[in-house]
Nanobody, 118 residues
Framework: QVQLVESGGGSVQSGGSLRLSCVASGRTEYNYAMGWFRQADGKEREFVAAIVSHAAVRIAEPLKGRFTISRDIVRNTVYLQMNNLNPNDTAIYYC????????????WGQGTQVTVSS
């Protein structure tokens, strides 16, 4: 089992920045990849970003150039740096992890709210 706890959400005005953090605990030695999804009110959950290592990163195409993902394996932490935010980024952001590349995302955090006002 792996537990994921997000932090760093909050309210910000358009054009602002936030950095989300997610700390993993439990059987973290099995964590192959970590990432982020988000879900806005009335919309389906969508992929944001994922990282295996600094050399293996994937960012959702519409978010490239504004969002960056990084990982501190020693601290079992993944970060999501979000710049130039706009109201369309308002959502609950969920941290995820999985044990193998072929897996679905095995574990989910409880989510952290990000609200961007115009």
């Amino acid at each position: 089992q792996v537990q994921l706890v997000e932090s760093g959400g909050g309210s910000v005005q358009s054009g602002g920045s936030l950095r989300l953090s997610c700390v993993a605990s439990g059987r973290t030695e099995y964590n192959y990849a970590m990432g982020w999804f988000r879900q806005a009110d009335g919309k389906e959950r969508e992929f944001v970003a994922a990282i295996v290592s600094h050399a293996a990163v994937r960012i959702a195409e519409p978010l490239k150039g504004r969002f960056t993902i990084s990982r501190d394996i020693v601290r079992n932490t993944v970060y999501l740096q979000m710049n130039n935010l706009n109201p369309n980024d308002t959502a609950i952001y969920y941290c995820v992890s999985k044990f193998r590349s072929s897996d679905s995302w095995n574990y989910w955090g409880q989510g952290t709210q990000v609200t961007v006002s115009s």
